[in-house]
C-alpha cells in the first residue's frame, strides 16, 4: 500500500500547478486525504484535508488560493494551487490518516514521498 504524489515542477509566481496523489496497493479505501507541505527550514504544515464524503478543511492561512479535491474511484487526492508564490515552495505531500484494506483491516498514517513545487519570482 502506497501514495504517490506527483504534478510538482518548477512555475513563475503568478502560475497555477495540479498536484495529484494516487494510492495503490491493496486499498478499499481512504477516510481522510491530507496534503502537507515543508519549505526549506521549516515544519511540516497542513494544507488542506478532504474526507472521503467530501468534506474539506483548508489552513485558516491557505483559503483562497488552494483548492482539494478527490476521485474515490480512482484513489486520487489532487490538490490546485492558483497564484503560486515563491513563499510556496515546499515539497508537498499527501497523507492518508486510515486506509481500509479489502479485507476490512485498516492501516493507519500513510505518507508518501512528496512532489517538490518551487516557485521562482
Known amino acids: 500500500v502506497q501514495l504517490q504524489a506527483s504534478g510538482g515542477g518548477l512555475v513563475e509566481a503568478g502560475g497555477s500547478l495540479r498536484l495529484s496523489c494516487v494510492g495503490s496497493?491493496?486499498?478499499?479505501?481512504?477516510?481522510?486525504m491530507q496534503w502537507y507541505r515543508q519549505a526549506p527550514g521549516k515544519e511540516r504544515e497542513l494544507v488542506a484535508a478532504?474526507?472521503?464524503?467530501?468534506?474539506?478543511d483548508y489552513a485558516d492561512s491557505l483559503k483562497g488560493r488552494f483548492t482539494v479535491s478527490r476521485d474515490n474511484t480512482k484513489i486520487t487526492v489532487y490538490l490546485q494551487i492558483n497564484n503560486l508564490k515563491p513563499e510556496d515552495t515546499a515539497v508537498y505531500y499527501c497523507?492518508?490518516?486510515?486506509?481500509?484494506?479489502?479485507?476490512?483491516?485498516?492501516?493507519?498514517?500513510?505518507w508518501g514521498p512528496g512532489t517538490q513545487v518551487t516557485v521562482s519570482s
Open positions: 496497493g491493496d486499498i478499499f479505501s481512504i477516510n481522510v
Open positions: 497523507h492518508a490518516d486510515s486506509v481500509f484494506r479489502r479485507d476490512l483491516t485498516l492501516l493507519y498514517d500513510l
Open positions: 478532504i474526507n472521503k464524503d467530501g468534506n474539506i
